[in-house]
Each structure stands twice: as C-alpha cells, then as structure tokens.
Nanobody
Framework: QVQLVESGGGLVQPGGSRRLSCVAT???????RGWFRQAPGAQRELVAT???????RYADSAKGRFTISRNNAKNTADLQMNKLKPEDTGVYYC????????????WGQGIQVTVSS
C-alpha cells in the first residue's frame, strides 16, 4: 500500500493563490495522480489528474485557474490554485491510482482549503 501525505491547505482570501503538495511514500510505476475535493454536504469530485506520461485532465471549474503537476523522481503531485473563489472551499484529497493489474488506489487523509474574506 502507498501512503500519501498532503500539505499546503489553509485559509486564503478570494482571488488569492494556494499550492497543495502530495508526497507518495514509494513509487509504483505507471500511475495516475489526482486531486479531488469535497465541499460540505456534497460528494467528492474530481479537480485534476495527471498520468505518468503527462496527460492532464481538469474539471471545468478548475480550467484556467488551477495547474496540476507531478515530479516522478520525487513522487510528488502538486496543485497550484489561482484566482480562488469561495466555492473552491472544501477538503482536498490526493489520489494515486494504478489502472493496470494489480490495480490499486490510495487516498491521502484530506486537507482543508477555505476561501473566505
């Protein structure tokens, strides 16, 4: 099992920026790294994913404002969030998934991001 450790959450004003980081405790080969979020009373939703080969996918709400990146040598996946809005508030979860057998998926413990003045 791979453990994921998130950092970078906190309180930020509307229009501000925040960078979330996620470190995996070990490498697992080809994988998809992602960030998801869960607002109060809502389901967990995808924010952005990036494959080992660099293919990136964003939720419509993140396009143009968020940037996901990964460093395979350091086992990290970061989410740079700019122009933050109050509706970006929630618990952000890091995910690592291996889509090929033996398939596996790991989640971080979640980190709070609050966008408020």
């Amino acid at each position: 099992q791979v453990q994921l450790v998130e950092s970078g959450g906190g309180l930020v004003q509307p229009g501000g920026s925040r960078r979330l980081s996620c470190v995996a405790t070990r490498t697992i080969g080809a994988s998809i790294r992602g960030w998801f979020r869960q607002a109060p009373g809502a389901q967990r939703e995808l924010v952005a994913t990036v494959t080992s080969g660099g293919t990136i996918r964003y939720a419509d709400s993140a396009k143009g404002r968020f940037t996901i990146s990964r460093n395979n040598a350091k086992n990290t996946a970061d989410l740079q969030m700019n122009k933050l809005k109050p509706e970006d508030t929630g618990v952000y979860y890091c995910n690592l998934r291996r889509p090929v057998p033996p398939a596996m998926s790991s989640w971080g413990q979640g980190i709070q991001v609050t966008v408020s003045s």
